[in-house]
């Protein structure tokens, strides 16, 4: 059976999807949840393309030791010099490079003829080839090349020392039959193609990017490159977990094999959609809500007394927990970091005493504690938590049918200083947030607030999503709380923190372009 690598882009093209900004505990966590999933390759970023990004790459390159990490660049000698010092400590250093191939993308946007744009991807392949063991060369839009250059130009770059060539459909044009025959037209028109690896990248603007995928796969592609939940530009991108588990299931069709771990899945999209705050879809294959859930009497009476008469895949196939470990008020210390473990977070031991502090705290006012409670405090502990930037000491909110619904906020700066402010709104959430907009002196629009329990029950915990726009930075914040007002007033400061971070790291990247 042939081999397939998974190659995700999750913290590369993943992470271009519209108001997502993963910060750098972020990306390494997501790293190392993908080395547990056994993808063959990570694409950490794009280490040129700003302080942060190089930053994430290096740090993801030097922690990931069972899988090759990847950065993208262009075909510019300064792109390839950060992509070294960014991977070079890395298991397997690898480079991927990208050029576009079509004639609206030479012509409009790089403005160069096909013989130039085959001579900067030669040199560059060449140049890249001094410093990196394996060279990955994509032909961007190259689905809406002319077959001819796009032939001539993978000849040209595989002289000069790529070793795997990819094929995107970077505006998800193509057709399942097309791609395909792109493929079939690549190993019949250029010469020694055979010793080299083949690669699919396919974004879903028509909904077809996973079965094209699939289909450069039935046409010789070893490679695919893919999202964790299909997020990324646009309408996305490819999404792993559709792509393994049907590879998997139709293994008797596709006759190929993998490396992953399949088990990791469901853990690897949850951990993806909680950070990146993209909600999966309850209907989504593989890793929706629903996707294992029998509605219909006759289909739960078929389940019954024999699964497979509606069951294809079976959820402990993709990891999907059968139950939830409850811990409670007695649990000790102990108790609690080994099922952090078994949760696959990696903890320092002064987050593990912080968490044990948050887990004490609700275990007095919760009589379960289940594995989605400890998640969401994880997530508080490890990710939510700015030190440098404001924090939220107190609000007080004043609700009645018949009142004007009036917020009063105090907070604390880096620096310690106190903030407090008063507003009224039409609801208690706008009195909260026109207060906290107060606080913060600037503009902010709220373009989206979502609202969760965590689990079930009463005392279940609350947890809000939010995204918004601050100046020309669109980004998203969740907060966690027993009570909703505080779990919105949590979810819109992280959310400004991240404001503040990116606008912060912008200015740093000017400060060193201009130095
Ligand atoms: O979609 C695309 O063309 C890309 C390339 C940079 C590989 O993401
Ligand atoms: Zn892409």
């Known amino acids: 059976m042939r081999n397939i690598k998974f190659f995700d882009t999750t913290l590369r093209d993943g992470e271009q999807s519209a108001g997502v900004n993963l910060n750098l505990q972020e990306k390494l966590e997501i790293a190392r949840q993908l080395e547990r999933l056994r993808v063959d390759i990570i694409e950490a ?66 403005r160069m003829t096909p013989e130039q744009v085959i001579e900067a991807a ?43 060539i990819n094929i995107p459909d970077t505006v998800g044009y193509i057709t399942p039959k097309e791609y395909g025959e792109i493929f079939l037209y690549l190993q019949n028109n250029v010469q020694n193609i055979e010793n080299f690896s083949l690669s699919a990248h396919c974004h879903d603007d028509l909904g077809m990017a996973v079965v094209n995928s699939l289909s450069a796969i039935e046409h010789g592609a070893t490679q695919v490159e893919c999202t964790i939940n299909g997020i990324g530009e646009r309408a ?62 006759i289909h739960q009476d078929g389940v019954l007394k024999e699964k497979t008469t509606y069951e294809i895949i079976s959820p402990e196939l993709v990891g999907v927990p059968s139950n939830s470990m409850v811990l409670g008020k007695h649990s000790g210390r102990h108790a609690l970091r080994n099922r952090v473990e078994e949760l696959g977070y990696t903890l320092s031991d002064e ?44 609000i007080q909110v004043q609700y009645g049918t018949n009142q004007i619904p009036t917020a009063v906020v105090v907070l604390k700066d880096g620096k310690g200083n106190e903030i407090q402010e008063a507003a009224t709104g039409s609801g208690s959430v706008e ?72 606008e912060a790291m912008r200015a740093e990247n000017e400060k060193v372009a201009t130095s």
Not at 68 to 75: I, P
Not at 152 to 160: L, R, S
Not at 351 to 379: G, Y
């Open 45 to 110: 970023g794009f280490p040129a393309s700003s302080k942060g990004d190089f930053e994430a790459v290096k740090q993801i390159a030097e922690t990931v030791r069972t899988c090759s990490v990847t950065g993208l660049s262009r075909s510019v000698r300064s792109d390839i010099d950060a992509a070294w010092e960014a991977l070079k400590g890395g298991a397997e250093p690898r480079l991927h490079l990208f050029i576009a191939t079509s004639p609206i993308h030479m012509v409009h946007k790089l």
């Open 122 to 164: 030669v040199e560059a392949v060449k140049y890249a080839k001094r410093f990196f063991p394996i060279v990955q060369w994509s032909a961007e839009d190259a689905c809406r090349s002319e077959l001819p250059f796009l032939a001539k130009i993978v000849a040209e770059v595989i002289k000069a020392g790529a070793s795997v």
């Open 236 to 297: 996305g991108n490819a999404a792993l977990e559709e792509i393994a588990v049907a590879l998997h299931i139709r293994k008797d069709y596709y006759q190929v094999e993998t490396r992953l771990n399949l088990q990791e899945i469901k853990r690897t999209s949850n951990l993806v959609s909680k950070l990146t705050g993209v909600v999966v879809p309850p209907n989504k294959a593989v890793v929706g809500k629903n996707a294992f859930a029998h509605e219909s009497g």
């Open 351 to 394: 987050e593990i005493n912080q968490l044990f502090v948050r887990f004490k705290e609700l275990a007095d006012k919760k009589k379960d504690i289940t594995d989605d409670d400890l998640i969401a405090l994880i997530f508080e502990e490890k990710f939510d938590h700015f030190k440098d930037f404001y924090q939220l000491s107190s």
């Open 431 to 502: 009195a909260l947030y026109n207060t906290l907009e107060r606080c913060f002196q600037t503009e902010v629009t709220l373009l989206d607030y979502r609202i969760e329990s965590v689990g079930g029950g009463r005392d279940a915990l609350a947890q809000v999503f939010v995204k918004v726009r601050v100046r020309d930075v669109e980004t998203s914040g969740r907060g966690t709380a027993q009570d909703v007002l505080e779990a919105s007033a949590k979810a819109y400061i992280n959310a400004m923190n991240r404001v503040f971070m990116i």
